[in-house]
């Protein structure tokens, strides 16, 4: 190879890596101040979300863009974003769908079919039928909204209800995307293993940044809401990488201690070790990870973790990329 043709297949690769593959995915529940804060953003910061995204040039694609790249193992796009909404609440038709309209950005849906009537709360079926007749995926989050890990629920059961929920949404709205929501972001190895077994893509509740090699029945996302709806914080999370992961271990969220260790294995890293920052749920502090080598590090919570969801989240800031952050968030269920 001439000097030339090196140097023009030098810069190619350079730009590739300069791109900083990466996709994220918002999670929204209702568009409103008149319903829970926890689950809400205001009509005023879903304005700003929206803004945001344009003006860091990112590409709202519908979230099957996302998922059919990773299932085929194929490199997601730089600027590649995605909008979801759980539960099908009713501010999504009034309020969302007009604002996202006006922008012509993609969104999906998912629903708890059982809980679909007329109400003030919740879409109806008449109100999904005319979203999905306009393109927006529709898409499953079990029967009932149940909780698959805490709900006491056989291995039998939760496969019923969310082979029943995607089957319904077929005879209704002719929509099969196979892509579920677990509820309030609830997950263990075996329900991950029953979406696999029926071909189906995972969304959690926890926050990162996704690429193809990104875990497929359990897919990140940066919650929009509460107290994640601050449009400044946020710019931050939508603009973010994921880490050049080779292994995070454990698999499973069931917790083997009330000090649980997290070990995670790198590719390679683009960040100096001295500003990984990793968080713990309820722990205002970060907590310092202990580096095994130059390319993996544990981290374990200093005090015992509480009840209910905790995450171990961590974040560095890239050294290619110059304002961007790389993130990655594991969770774990203490019942």
């Given at each position: 190879?001439?000097l030339?043709?090196?140097?023009?297949?030098?810069?190619?690769l350079?730009?590739?890596?300069?791109?900083?593959?990466?996709?994220?995915?918002?999670?929204?529940?209702?568009?409103?101040?008149?319903?829970?804060?926890?689950?809400?953003?205001?009509?005023?910061?879903?304005?700003?979300?929206?803004?945001?995204?344009?003006?860091?040039?990112?590409?709202?694609?519908?979230?099957?863009?996302?998922?059919?790249?990773?299932?085929?193992?194929?490199?997601?796009?730089?600027?590649?974003?995605?909008?979801?909404?759980?539960d099908?609440?009713?501010?999504?038709?009034?309020?969302?769908?007009?604002?996202?309209?006006?922008?012509?950005?993609?969104f999906?849906?998912?629903?708890?079919?059982?809980?679909?009537?007329?109400?003030?709360?919740?879409?109806?079926?008449?109100?999904?039928?005319?979203?999905?007749?306009?393109?927006?995926?529709?898409a499953?989050?079990?029967?009932?909204?149940?909780?698959?890990?805490?709900?006491?629920l056989?291995?039998?059961?939760?496969?019923?209800?969310?082979?029943?929920?995607?089957?319904?949404?077929?005879?209704?709205?002719?929509q099969?995307?196979?892509?579920?929501?677990?509820?309030?972001?609830?997950?263990?190895?075996?329900?991950?293993?029953?979406?696999?077994?029926?071909?189906?893509?995972?969304?959690?509740?926890?926050?990162g940044?996704?690429?193809?090699?990104?875990?497929?029945t359990?897919?990140?996302?940066?919650?929009?809401?509460?107290?994640?709806?601050?449009?400044?914080?946020?710019?931050?999370?939508?603009?973010?990488?994921?880490?050049?992961?080779?292994?995070?271990?454990?698999?499973?969220?069931?917790?083997?201690?009330?000090?649980?260790?997290?070990?995670?294995?790198?590719?390679?890293?683009?960040?100096?070790?001295?500003?990984?920052?990793?968080?713990?749920?309820?722990?205002?502090?970060?907590?310092?990870?202990?580096?095994r080598?130059?390319?993996?590090?544990?981290?374990?919570a200093?005090?015992?973790?509480?009840?209910?969801?905790?995450?171990?989240?961590?974040?560095?800031?890239?050294?290619?990329?110059?304002?961007?952050?790389?993130?990655?968030?594991?969770?774990?269920?203490?019942?």
């Open positions: 190879m001439n030339v043709k090196k140097i023009v297949v030098g810069l190619a350079y730009a590739v890596c300069l791109k900083g593959f990466a996709a994220t995915v918002l999670a929204y529940h209702h568009v409103s101040s008149e319903t829970p804060p926890s689950t809400s953003v205001s009509v005023e910061n879903f304005k700003k979300h929206l803004e945001l995204i344009e003006e860091l040039g990112l590409q709202v694609v519908p979230i099957t863009t996302i998922t059919d790249a990773i299932k085929a193992g194929k490199p997601v796009e730089h600027n590649w974003i995605a909008i979801t909404f759980d099908g609440y009713s501010s999504v038709y009034d309020t969302a769908w007009p604002l996202l309209k006006e922008k012509n950005y993609p999906s849906v998912y629903i708890n079919p059982a809980m679909v009537k007329p109400s003030k709360l919740y879409m109806d079926w008449q109100q999904l039928e005319e979203l999905s007749d306009q393109g927006v995926i529709i499953n989050h079990t029967m009932k909204h149940e909780n698959l890990v805490q709900d006491g056989t291995l039998e059961q939760i496969t019923d209800t969310i082979l029943e929920a995607e089957e319904i949404i077929k005879q209704r709205l002719n099969n995307h196979k892509i579920f929501v677990y509820p309030f972001g609830e997950y263990n190895e075996q329900i991950e293993q029953i979406l696999s077994k029926h071909g189906f893509v995972g969304l959690a509740q926890h926050s940044a996704i690429n193809e090699t990104s875990n497929i359990a897919l990140l996302r940066f919650p929009a809401n509460g107290i994640y709806a601050n449009p400044k914080t946020l710019k931050n999370k939508i603009n973010s990488l994921p880490f050049d992961l080779a292994s995070v271990l454990p698999v499973d969220t069931k917790p083997d201690s009330l000090h649980p260790q997290l070990t995670v294995k790198l590719n390679s890293k683009d960040f100096y070790q001295s500003q990984l920052a990793c968080f713990i749920s309820g722990s205002s502090k970060p907590q310092k990870p202990e580096w080598s130059k390319l993996e590090f544990t981290i374990s200093e005090h015992e973790i509480p009840k209910g969801r905790v995450k171990y989240n961590c974040t560095a800031p890239s050294i290619k990329h110059s304002g961007r952050f790389y993130w990655m968030s594991k969770l774990w269920i203490n019942p």
